[in-house]
């Protein structure tokens, strides 16, 4: 074969380089708008089935309980004190207020059954199973009773006692007075603790000092003391009279001489 010069395509004449001109952009069309779809409403779901759980059958296990933590301790609220005032000098000073009397019962007949007074005032006292703290009366009886203090013309005490008689007439029987003050004085089964009469009457009775112008003492009876200008009966005393004057002066004879030696 006869190898033959391949022929080249001729090179294309180039354009001459010009002006560049900057490319226009060339405004895009809006595209159509698209069509919304159609809402989808979703209507209530149906409720799923509760599952209920089987019943266990095998044992429970216990487990150890937890310990509880020491939780802290709320702090105690805090109470102001009152400080009182200081006393002024008109209140520093207590005023005790004496409380008021019992009104004294004023009547013409009193009669005490199981009750008590404080005072009474009347004509005629009578205490049966009573007590009466004062009395002031023209006739007072005390039976099965007691009076603190008697003033009456004629007082007559049965099973009782009285701490002072004063009156013209007293009469003492199963009964006990401490101290009487009277014109005529009658002791029959009973005691008296100190007399001052003028006339004394004692049967079966005792008193412990007695100061009158006439006494009688019967059988049983007897005495401590006794200062009389008559004695009558049979008379049982530790000391008579002239005993009285002997016993004064000894004792006067001995107070005497203590003085001396303690001025020595």
Known sequence: MNDQPSEKPADKPKAAPGPRRRAQAVPAEPAPPKAAAPAKIAGPKAAAPAKIAAPATGPAKVGPKPTPRPTARP??????ADVPAAPTAASAVPVAIPPSAPAPIRAATVNLTRAGAAEVEADSINVRQGGIGAASAEDITVEVGGIGRAHADDIAVRLGAVGVAHGEHVSIELGAVGLVVAGAVEIKQGYARAVVARDVHIRMGGAHSIVAGHVTLGKQSG?????????EGD??????????????????????????????
Do not use: C, E, N, Q
């Not at 702090?75 to 102001?80: H, L, Q, S």
């Open 75 to 80: 702090a105690a609220p805090k109470v102001k």
């Open 223 to 231: 005495t401590f003391i006794l200062l009389a200008r008559k004695v």
């Open 235 to 264: 008379v049982r005393t530790v000391l008579d009279w002239r005993g009285a004057l002997a016993l004064g002066a000894a004792m006067a004879l001995g107070v005497g001489l203590l003085v001396r030696r303690k001025r020595r």
